[in-house]
Each structure stands twice: as C-alpha cells, then as structure tokens.
DNA sequence: AGAGTTATTTTGACTAATCAAAATAGTTGG
DNA sequence: CCAACTATTTTGATTAGTCAAAATAACTCT
C-alpha cells in the first residue's frame, strides 16, 4: 500500500499537471509539499524506482499509468469527502479542506463507494472542483476567469480554484460561490482590479490574482 | 499532536487496563499493538518522558490524566466512526472495526462532534461497547457473560467483546448481537460447551473461551 | 563567451518507529 | 537455594521521510 507521503506526492503531481502531459518542475512540486527542494528529489528518485512517475533530471516529473491511478483515487476520496463534510455534516465550504487532506488516506475504497452513494454520486465537490469517476475519469473542461472573462456578461460560477480558508470565507461573505450568478462590469489590468455585479444588486471588487481563481460560464 | 502510533499505544493501555487502576504488563501491551517487546518498551519510555504514561520497570504501565484524557478521546473517535459506519453507511458490523483503527487517527474533534450530533449521541457502538463522552466519561458497568451468567435464565445481549471479522460473521450468523434474546440451557466446564436457546427455538452451541466474550443482562 | 543567477541534485545528519538478538531481572519448582 | 524458565530491557541496525548546506547544472544577459 501507498504511504501517505506517497499519495501527497502523487496528488500533487497530478495536480501541478493540469491535464496531463507537462512535466512537472520540482521545485513547485516541493512547493506544494511544502518540504525543501533535496527532499522532492530524493522521494521522487525512490517514486521513479517503484514505476509510479517518470522522473526527467533536471526537468521534471510525471506521473505513469499506475502513479495516476493511484493520484485520481486519492483525489475522489478527498473531493467526495469535503462533499461528505458539507452535504452531510453541514460544515463550512472553507473548513474541509483542511479535513480532507487527513481523511482522504483513511478512507477505504469500500468507504468511499457508500459515500458516493450516499451522497448521489457527485460531479463536484462544494468548490465546483470535479470528482473523478471511480474508473478515473476526469471532467477537464476549461472555463474563463473572472481575470479573463468577457466583460458585461452575465456569467455563472463553475469553480473556485483555491483552498485556502481565508480565501474561502472572503468570497462567502462576497457571495462568491459556484452557481452564484454574476457579471463583470470592470476590468483594469494597470491597476490590477476587476468590479462585479451581483443580480441582487451588491458590486464587489477583487484584484486580478483573485479574480483568477474564480472560473466562470456564459450563463446559460 | 500525538502521532499515530503514539495514540495507538494510549489506547491499547486504556483497553488492556480495563477499569483503571492495574498496571498493564508489556508483553498485553506489545501482543495487542503487534510488535515486539523491546519496541514497546522503547516507546513506552518516551511517552513516559512525554508524561502520557507512568511506567514501572519489570511490572508495566498506566496512563496518567494526560494520557488517559488522549486516550478516551481516541476511543470516542474509533467507535463513534463504528457507529457511523453501519447507521449511516449501512456496513456490516464485522467489517467496521478495521476501517475505524483506520480513521480514528484522521477524524479531527470538529468532524467528530458533528458526526456525534448526526448520530443522536448514541452511547453505544454497534457491538454494544460504551462510546466515551465528549467530557471523557465512559461506562464501565460490569456484566456476566455467556461463560459466567446463571442458566435457563431469560437474557439479553448487551455486548459483544471481540474485534475479529471471523467472530463477528459467526456472531451474526448466530444471530448473537447485541440486543438479542437467549438464555443459556447447559454449561459443561469439563467439555468447555455452552448451549443456547434462542427465542425462535434455534439454538446455537459455543466454546467457553467465546462465550465469554459475549456479555449479557437478565432480560428487563 | 563568461559572470551571475536560479533550479536541482548530492551529501551528511536527524527523528520516529520498528526488528533481531543478546543481556538481565524475576519467578518457580525441585 | 539454585537451576531453569519467562518477561523485560538493552543494544545495534534498519527504513521512511525529512532538513541544511554544499555541489552542480542550466539559463540569462550583456
């Protein structure tokens, strides 16, 4: 079995991968782990050895069929289990995420398939993020952001790509979840800000970086 | 925090030490947590150290108010996750025990509140085992069992006192869970048999050694 | 092309948890 | 009361995962 510093590297590796094809530098990987450069190296050297990802020296790394496998499953336990925490629990969209990264390494596959069907067999999780499907299947359509949309139109939140609580409980209390409906009235890439329009009438403003992390759809 | 292998051990003392006074000898304690005697000693004395645990070379060891308050809250996690897991989930109470050691670890105190609440407070797990409260409180009446209670009395189980998947299948198949109605219609020490009598007019035949891990009151 | 910057890898060391096997303490039966 | 057995502790090694800091490779900019 997968240690728990395995599937956080290989998560993450999927994560960083955006798609799939790209290799994925190290440094942002020991980034994202948050563990110092030598370290990814030498956890990825050993990663390599166990044919879970195709380490490139001095490039990168990526993950093979069976390092993905493992990757997506781990995945839909954390996603399908920050659903749990919300649907079920009632908990906070900005708490589990935090919960999910304990829980997706203790949940069997046994615990995960009831949980799917507890909760009807999700598509996404309460950040919009999409659930893999139990054979690994992964919705990868890419939408607009609020820092690249068209403006003046009337858009739908699809996603928030972003997991930190602070960010999370800012666009709660800006009415910034996926399904709120909105539109961007201004866009100012000098001075960095991007002006929304709520339909209940509230304006909101948040810089570009922000405004990024918020995917959006025409709505339709 | 505590690690993981660090609450394993707190808990297995506050089992092994069943009530709360004796000590625990080493050799329960490595059999229970699987490994061998001079690794439990090893980290005994750190928790020791660490002012967890109290241990008495040669003789063995017992939780201090500190250990005893991490262990407790342990054992609420494992078996309120139990009781979860069949209510809400609908597993088999056979399969549960492994997937709460599991997740015991990885539930943090807000999930465990609200799955508590979820719950209804239940007092009890699935084999009948007192869950400790949020406070550290937990019941520690004392019952008879199979292999000790008076016969031809009308019973009711309340308590089924062993972990194993092999048990609890029999167990269930025997229709002995908890709540269930019997009486014992022989016991021969010499021979280690006891016989049941169950309401529907099945009975079942048991070893002492097993029967004794079923704990029973007269019926109310 | 060479100097400087940046990313990555290497090396050496550390911690937590474990095992195997030798040493020691305690207990018990003749 | 001593020999034998049993339980526990000690000692020495091992593995997974990590950090700090030195070494190396690659890229960039004039």
């Given at each position: 079995?997968?240690?728990?510093?395995?599937?956080?590297?290989?998560?993450?590796?999927?994560?960083l991968s955006?798609?799939?094809?790209?290799?994925?530098?190290?440094?942002?990987?020991?980034?994202?782990?948050?563990?110092?450069?030598?370290?990814?190296?030498?956890m990825v050297?050993?990663?390599?050895?166990?044919?879970?990802?195709?380490?490139?020296?001095?490039?990168?790394?990526?993950?093979?069929?069976?390092?993905?496998?493992?990757?997506?499953?781990?995945?839909?336990?954390?996603?399908?289990?920050?659903?749990?925490?919300?649907?079920?629990?009632?908990?906070?969209?900005?708490?589990?995420?935090?919960?999910?990264?304990?829980?997706?390494?203790?949940?069997?596959?046994?615990?995960?398939?009831?949980?799917?069907?507890?909760?009807?067999?999700?598509?996404?999780?309460?950040?919009?993020?999409?659930?893999?499907?139990?054979?690994?299947?992964?919705?990868?359509?890419?939408?607009?952001?609020l820092a690249?949309?068209?403006?003046?139109?009337?858009?739908?939140?699809?996603?928030?790509?972003?997991?930190?609580?602070?960010?999370?409980?800012?666009?709660?209390?800006?009415?910034?979840?996926?399904?709120?409906?909105?539109?961007?009235?201004?866009?100012?890439?000098?001075?960095?800000?991007?002006?929304?329009?709520?339909?209940?009438?509230?304006?909101?403003?948040?810089?570009?970086?922000?405004?990024?992390?918020?995917?959006?759809?025409?709505?339709?």
């Open positions: 079995m997968a240690t728990v510093a395995v599937e956080n590297y290989l998560k993450h590796v999927l994560l955006d798609g799939a094809e790209e290799l994925v530098p190290m440094g942002s990987l020991a980034a994202a782990l948050a563990v110092v450069p030598g370290t990814a190296t030498a050297k050993a990663l390599a050895d166990d044919g879970l990802l195709e380490h490139q020296p001095r490039l990168g790394v990526r993950l093979t069929t069976r390092g993905r496998r493992i990757a997506l499953n781990v995945l839909r336990k954390h996603r399908l289990v920050e659903t749990f925490l919300v649907e079920t629990l009632k908990m906070d969209w900005s708490k589990v995420h935090a919960e999910a990264e304990q829980l997706e390494h203790a949940v069997s596959d046994e615990v995960l398939d009831r949980l799917d069907a507890l909760l009807g067999h999700p598509r996404q999780d309460p950040h919009g993020d999409p659930i893999p499907s139990r054979a690994g299947k992964i919705d990868s359509q890419v939408y607009a952001t690249t949309c068209a403006t003046g139109r009337r858009l739908r939140i699809v996603r928030v790509t972003e997991q930190s609580e602070e960010f999370l409980r800012f666009a709660e209390g800006s009415g910034l979840r996926p399904g709120a409906e909105l539109s961007v009235t201004e866009r100012n890439l000098v001075s960095g800000l991007v002006a929304l329009d709520r339909p209940d009438g509230g304006t909101v403003a948040l810089g570009v970086a922000a405004a990024g992390k918020i995917l959006v759809e025409p709505r339709g």
